[in-house]
């Protein structure tokens, strides 16, 4: 096995659980790791022979073209892409990892700035090493040199044949950061370039693998190595100082699956989106990830003009989902030349784009119910990516008459940047600690963002895409939990009581990248740098990653019977007897989902209030 720099062990304990430090924080047993239980497979450390270069070097050429064609590092500078070894929330969430898994940067690192990893600068883990270099994040070279880990003949490069006999062992699926690059300098893409005089100096290698989602999944599918799946399907701490035993990322705790969730899905196959995602996609067909988040247009990939006019050139826009960390990097990073008001914000404003095309929202009138779906029209559950703070929820608001507001569900108080979520749906997944892992670093069984340690999925509502199975995603770690859908559904149903006195409804779909309660965590755990600290200033000071309006739907209601619990059409005694059965007193909620329908003021109790209320809407039996 060629390990490069992989060939150390080193072993470091930082706190003790249940230490109160001179700071007044409470600290945890770090897991007593190696780096060796991070391995993963593909390229290591000091196995490049030409080092990956900066980008600089590539935005000579591939900068601003004419504005009709497209342009390939501006909008490559504008995404998270190229920001993601300059994200805050990166360095507050490393420097969590490794207080609470000795080497857990090292898994971090590898996908953040693979120049800085093959390099060998994930040591020490915690990112000191890093050079300013190595904030370009993921860059031109390091996807132009990546090799497909499957040869297949008379379709892959020939040169990958000697590549691949040099790695072992070779990935068994994508994922993790675990990346195989041609240790020469051979760009590849997915043209096959013909010129006598290769601009590169050497002839660019077509690259089948770079139309194909599984190029995208090497960082877009992530699993804990730490972690072994059991028998009984539940995760446990493998054998520390060794590698994962089976080396297969289905075998590993899940920390997200965005490309799984794509691959057990309808979109492989693909899928007609009606051009929802724009591009010259023929016939409107989505079936990569490349269809969505490198639509094609007509342009070139160069500034020369002698160059082909493509009709399909890929935008590299990698848009996303994170709302706000493009705003914080010219405030952190003010020195670096890379970084462009201009860039960030048109890279922002096709994030935003991207959110609003993510979901279709419908709403209706039945009775006195409002009934809404969300429809998910992407290829992955939605919201999907990381979850640490990422939420997806719905906020229902009921106007008079006279166009005032006189009841709320999911209610956003933006200055406190607090949702209460008890009264309405949240899609989100939920990570945590069993007893086991509790008793062996002291941190809280239950809930946790402590993402390194967590090896239980308590809740998972989030919507899954057209065509998926759950039989496949439980096999693949990304398994509906908390919630009903059943295989192929792409949509979820809420309902919600009307409030008395409604004369419309307005229901919002809102969507946070990071919650309050998350940058606390980021910034009240850290008890080694001031990452933490950092970010929380930025997110206050950049609208507390204000939510974004995906959706909305508007319904004028029709009269209907407030009280009418068993729906026959009448508020009679049957209907009495349930607001009997609901009656908690003041203060007594939260009030359970079967009887919101008698909670008639909407302040989470069924009281003496609510009693008067059902008086005046008595009907008796008709």
């Known amino acids: 096995m060629n390990r490069g720099l992989w060939s150390h062990h080193r072993r470091i304990i930082l706190a003790a659980a249940g230490v109160v430090t001179a700071i007044g924080l409470i600290t945890y047993a770090t897991v007593d790791t190696t780096v060796d239980d991070f391995f993963v497979a593909g390229t290591q450390p000091g196995m490049l022979e030409v080092e990956i270069f900066t980008q600089e070097s590539c935005i000579i050429c591939h900068g601003y073209v004419d504005p009709e064609n497209v342009e390939v590092a501006p909008n490559w500078m504008g995404s998270m892409m190229a920001q993601a070894a300059r994200d805050p929330v990166f360095y507050a969430g490393l420097a969590i990892a490794n207080q609470d898994v000795a080497f857990a940067g090292d898994l971090c690192i590898r996908c953040h700035t693979p120049r800085a990893w093959v390099d060998g600068r994930a040591d020490p883990p915690d990112g000191s090493a890093l050079l300013a270099e190595d904030r370009d994040g993921v860059n031109c070279h390091t996807c132009h040199r990546m090799v497909d880990p499957i040869f297949k003949e008379g379709i892959s490069p020939e040169e990958d044949v000697e590549i691949l006999a040099a790695i072992d062992p070779l990935p068994i699926r994508p994922g993790s950061g675990n990346y195989i690059i041609d240790p020469e300098d051979r760009r ?217 507001l006189i009841a709320e569900r999911g209610t956003y108080d933006l200055d406190e940047a607090l949702l209460t979520g008890s009264d309405t749906k949240v899609y989100e997944m939920l990570l945590g600690v069993d007893a086991a892992v509790s008793a062996a670093t002291g941190v809280p069984e239950g809930e946790s963002f402590h993402f390194i340690l967590n090896n239980v999925i308590l809740l998972d509502n989030r919507i899954p895409p057209r065509g998926f ?140 209030d609510d009693f008067a209320m059902f008086q005046e809407l008595l009907t008796g039996p008709t």
């Open 469 to 608: 199975t759950n039989a496949a995603y439980e096999e693949a770690g990304a398994p509906i939990v908390g919630a009903d859908y059943p295989d192929g559904q792409y949509w979820d149903d809420t309902d919600y009581v009307l409030a008395q006195g409604a004369a419309s409804a307005t229901v919002n779909l809102y969507y946070q990248t990071s919650s309050r309660e998350y940058i606390e965590f980021l910034r009240d755990e850290n008890v080694t740098n001031d990452w933490g600290d950092i970010l929380f200033q930025e997110w206050e000071t950049h609208g507390k990653s204000e939510p974004f309006l995906m959706a909305t739907a508007t319904v004028s209601l029709d009269p209907f019977a407030s009280g009418d619990h068993d729906l026959d059409g009448d508020v009679d005694a049957q209907d009495f007897a349930h607001l009997q059965r609901c009656y908690t007193g003041a203060g007594g909620g939260p009030v359970d989902p079967a009887c919101e329908v008698v909670d008639f003021d909407f302040d989470d109790d069924v009281d003496l």
């Open 188 to 404: 590849r893409g997915p043209f096959i370039i013909d010129d006598p005089e290769p601009p590169h100096g050497v002839p660019t290698l077509f690259s089948p693998y770079h139309k194909t989602s599984e190029l995208c999944a090497t960082c877009h599918d992530v699993s804990n190595p730490v972690f072994e799946r059991q028998p009984d399907g539940t995760y446990a701490l493998g054998t520390l100082d060794m590698e994962h035993s089976t080396g297969d990322q289905y075998d590993m705790m899940p920390v997200e699956r965005t490309y799984s969730e794509w691959l057990y899905s309808d979109y492989p196959f693909g899928v007609d989106a009606g051009g929802r995602f724009g591009g010259t996609i023929e016939d409107g067909i989505v079936s990569t990830c490349q269809s969505c988040h490198m639509p094609r247009r007509e342009g070139r990939g160069c500034i020369f003009e002698d160059y082909e006019l493509r009709p399909d050139m890929p935008k590299h826009d990698f848009a996303g989902a994170n709302t706000w960390v493009l705003g914080t990097l010219v405030d952190l990073w003010p020195e670096d030349t890379l970084l462009d008001d201009d860039l960030l914000g048109a890279g922002q404003d096709r994030i935003f784009e991207m959110l609003e095309l993510a979901a279709t929202l419908q709403a209706e009138q039945d009775g006195g119910t409002l009934m809404v779906t969300v429809i998910n029209e992407t290829g992955h559950k939605l919201p999907t990516g990381y979850p640490e703070g990422r939420r997806m929820w719905l906020n229902v608001e009921y106007y008079d008459e006279f166009g005032e």
